[in-house]
Structure formats: structure tokens, C-alpha cells
């Protein structure tokens, strides 16, 4: 399985990105998908999750900014980010929980990352 981020980018603040990625190979299904973030010199942190019924977790510094979605037919997760600020610069990582098969256990994929900066 691999994921493929994308829609990274160089933006001021106040400014928006959208951020995608797509999730190809053995997949019979994906329970959760989701999106971290890493700044330099810091860890990497949870931005936001959504699973295959469409249930959404953020992480408090985003909230009422970005909004996740998923196109499960296309295997996708988007991350919509409005009202960019210069604490948002990091760089992007895709999550997804698959399942390679009906019975199969979930098995955590990870992208390889798209860079976001925010700066005036």
C-alpha cells in the first residue's frame, strides 16, 4: 500500500491549501484515515482523522479552520485548510488504517509527507 500526498505549498497568512491524498494497492478497506503534522525541531502531532463512516476528530488548534473529508470510492482523504497561520508551517503527513483483506487486521500506512508554510 502506498499514499501519496499532495497540494502542499508556500502561502500567506489568512490564506487557504488543500491538501490531498490517495491510498493505492492491496486495499480491501480503510477504517480511518487522517492527517499529522511535524514542525521542525518538534514532534509529530495529530491534526485531524475521519473514519469510513465519516466520524472526524481534530486537534483543538485547527478546529472551526480545517475540515477533513474522504472520497472512499477513490481511496482519498482531503484536508481543507482556511485561515493559515505561521503556526501551521510543517510539514503534512497522510495516515490510513488498512485492511488488505475482509478478515484481515488493519495495518497503519504512512505518506511522505508535503510541506506547508505560512509566512508573510
Known amino acids: 500500500v502506498q499514499l501519496q500526498a499532495s497540494g502542499g505549498g508556500f502561502v500567506q497568512p489568512g490564506g487557504f491549501l488543500r491538501l490531498s491524498c490517495v491510498a493505492s494497492?492491496?486495499?480491501?478497506?480503510?477504517?480511518?484515515m487522517g492527517w499529522y503534522r511535524q514542525a521542525p525541531g518538534k514532534q509529530r502531532d495529530l491534526v485531524a482523522t475521519?473514519?469510513?463512516?465519516?466520524?472526524?476528530q481534530y486537534d483543538d488548534s485547527v478546529k472551526g479552520r480545517f475540515i477533513i473529508s474522504k472520497d472512499n470510492a477513490k481511496n482519498t482523504v482531503y484536508l481543507q485548510m482556511n485561515s493559515l497561520k505561521p503556526e501551521d508551517t510543517a510539514v503534512y503527513y497522510c495516515?490510513?488504517?488498512?485492511?488488505?483483506?475482509?478478515?484481515?487486521?488493519?495495518?497503519?500506512?504512512w505518506g511522505q509527507g508535503t510541506q506547508v508554510t505560512v509566512s508573510s
Open positions: 494497492g492491496s486495499i480491501f478497506s480503510i477504517d480511518v
Open positions: 475521519i473514519t469510513s463512516g465519516g466520524s472526524t
Open positions: 495516515t490510513a488504517d488498512v485492511r488488505s483483506s475482509r478478515f484481515a487486521m488493519t495495518k497503519e500506512y
